[in-house]
């Protein structure tokens, strides 16, 4: 497989050391900048990182007929707590979406729809999920999802506070107002965007979104709208395939089958150059699946680890230089093995400064 040119010294000290002294005054002028809380300690204050237990889907095994981990957040968590790097007491627990909140971007049928559970097997694809009554439907599964719509809504506020901020959870890309898909029944990113809008903590912003499937369903609540730029990189032979929602696409990057890690940090580098150079957002919000991972079944990429990390800390570093704060959700990616990756480059972002308490 492919190498990018100096991919192999991302872990050395010295880049390492380099990257810390580039970073740490410009983090701590930008976190004076936009902090408005009150100063706290930073052995006290908690990590802008936001997780809870009910992230996680229970559906009596039937979670096991998608090829998605349903405890992937579960794991992800656990692993950067045995890394001690956080605890459930030093992170942040969201709430609940509300039904209030979700009708800023869903259509009430929409909503009504889900009270049917032939309408949500379809949407997360567990075709055996007709038979189970709603009740439970909406207790093992979308429950669950609500408390990730609640976790991007608050690391959206977190991040303009913070400078930056990760739910461990999120980023359902094909859910848009009137349609729910691709495991997606509430369109988290769309909801984030509209609070944040109507709130008016900002004018503009950006989504870069580096799952390998396209972005339809915010893109479709998106099009024509020019306070928001989308980057949108994926695989150009898999589903959406939506054509009518690639229109709000401003930065698009269609990758072939098996794309491998230079060309496709290459392409992400100079996308990221060009769009933030034609556009200055407010926020980014970072959809970073890790779908695009060698042998993820869905994705059909062939990223390495080691990619998907350096990728994350590309992202992180062109935020951090233009002092946007950038939210990240972790979205789609579909092997074991993903959490542990995503874990890895969390890590990976607090050695090198880019992300700090």
Same mark, same amino acid.
């Given at each position: *497989?492919?190498?990018?040119?100096?991919?192999?010294?991302?872990?050395?000290?010295?880049?390492?050391?380099?990257?810390?002294?580039?970073? =740490?005054? /410009?983090?701590?002028?930008?976190?004076?900048?936009? #902090?408005?809380?009150?100063? /706290?300690?930073?052995?006290?204050?908690? &990590?802008?990182?936001?997780?809870?237990?009910?992230?996680?889907?229970?559906?009596?095994?039937?979670?096991?007929?998608?090829?998605?981990?349903?405890?992937? &957040?579960?794991?992800?968590? !656990?692993?950067?707590?045995?890394?001690?790097?956080?605890? %459930?007491?030093?992170?942040?627990?969201?709430?609940?979406?509300?039904?209030? %909140?979700?009708?800023?971007?869903?259509?009430?049928?929409?909503? !009504?729809?889900?009270k049917w559970s032939f309408n949500v097997a379809a949407i997360s694809e567990v075709c055996p999920l007709v038979a189970?009554?709603? +009740?439970?439907?909406?207790?093992?599964?979308?429950?669950?999802?609500?408390?990730?719509?609640?976790?991007?809504?608050?690391?959206?506020?977190?991040?303009?506070?913070?400078? &930056?901020?990760? !739910?461990?959870?999120?980023?359902?890309?094909?859910?848009?107002?009137?349609? $729910?898909?691709?495991?997606?029944?509430?369109?988290?990113?769309?909801?984030?965007?509209?609070?944040?809008?109507?709130?008016?903590?900002?004018?503009?912003?950006?989504?870069?979104?580096?799952?390998?499937?396209?972005? !339809?369903?915010?893109?479709?609540?998106?099009?024509?709208?020019?306070?928001?730029?989308? *980057?949108?990189? +994926?695989?150009?032979?898999?589903?959406?395939?939506?054509?009518?929602?690639? /229109?709000?696409?401003?930065?698009?990057?269609?990758?072939?089958? +098996?794309?491998?890690? %230079?060309?496709?940090?290459?392409?992400?580098?100079?996308? =990221?150059?060009?769009?933030?150079?034609?556009?200055?957002?407010?926020i980014m919000i970072y959809n970073a699946g890790t779908d695009v991972l060698l042998n993820d079944p869905l994705g059909l990429l062939a990223i390495s680890p080691q990619g998907?990390?350096?990728?994350?800390?590309?992202?992180?570093?062109?935020?951090?230089?233009?002092?946007?704060?950038?939210?990240?959700? #972790?979205?789609? $990616?579909?092997?074991? %093995?993903?959490?542990?990756?995503?874990?890895?480059?969390?890590?990976?972002?607090?050695?090198?400064?880019?992300?700090?308490?």
């Amino acid at each position: *497989m492919s190498q990018l040119p100096g991919e192999m010294d991302i872990n050395t000290a010295s880049i390492k050391r380099k990257r810390k002294v580039a970073f =740490l005054k /410009e983090r701590k002028a930008l976190e004076d900048e936009i #902090t408005s809380e009150p100063q /706290e300690s930073v052995v006290t204050r908690p &990590w802008p990182i936001v997780y809870r237990p009910e992230y996680n889907v229970h559906f009596f095994k039937l979670e096991k007929l998608h090829p998605f981990d349903a405890k992937k &957040w579960k794991h992800i968590f !656990n692993y950067l707590v045995e890394a001690k790097f956080i605890t %459930q007491d030093n992170i942040i627990e969201p709430q609940e979406v509300t039904h209030d %909140q979700l009708l800023m971007a869903h259509s009430e049928k929409y909503l !009504n729809s889900l009270k049917w559970s032939f309408n949500v097997a379809a949407i997360s694809e567990v075709c055996p999920l007709v038979a189970v009554p709603n +009740y439970f439907v909406q207790k093992c599964y979308l429950r669950p999802m609500r408390y990730h719509v609640g976790g991007t809504l608050e690391a959206g506020f977190l991040a303009l506070r913070r400078g &930056w901020s990760i !739910n461990i959870g999120g980023g359902f890309h094909h859910a848009s107002e009137t349609k $729910g898909g691709g495991f997606c029944a509430y369109a988290d990113i769309s909801l984030l965007v509209k609070l944040l809008f109507q709130s008016k903590s900002i004018s503009t912003a950006m989504i870069v979104d580096l799952d390998a499937h396209q972005g !339809n369903g915010y893109e479709k609540d998106f099009i024509n709208e020019a306070r928001i730029f989308i *980057m949108d990189v +994926y695989n150009k032979r898999i589903y959406p395939r939506d054509d009518a929602a690639k /229109e709000a696409i401003r930065c698009r990057i269609e990758l072939a089958p +098996y794309t491998e890690d %230079q060309h496709y940090l290459e392409k992400i580098e100079a996308g =990221l150059e060009r769009s933030l150079r034609s556009f200055c957002p407010d926020i980014m919000i970072y959809n970073a699946g890790t779908d695009v991972l060698l042998n993820d079944p869905l994705g059909l990429l062939a990223i390495s680890p080691q990619g998907i990390i350096r990728r994350d800390e590309l992202v992180f570093m062109k935020a951090r230089e233009r002092r946007v704060p950038i939210v990240m959700l #972790t979205s789609g $990616g579909y092997l074991k %093995q993903t959490a542990r990756i995503i874990a890895d480059s969390i890590l990976n972002l607090a050695d090198l400064g880019l992300i700090s308490r």
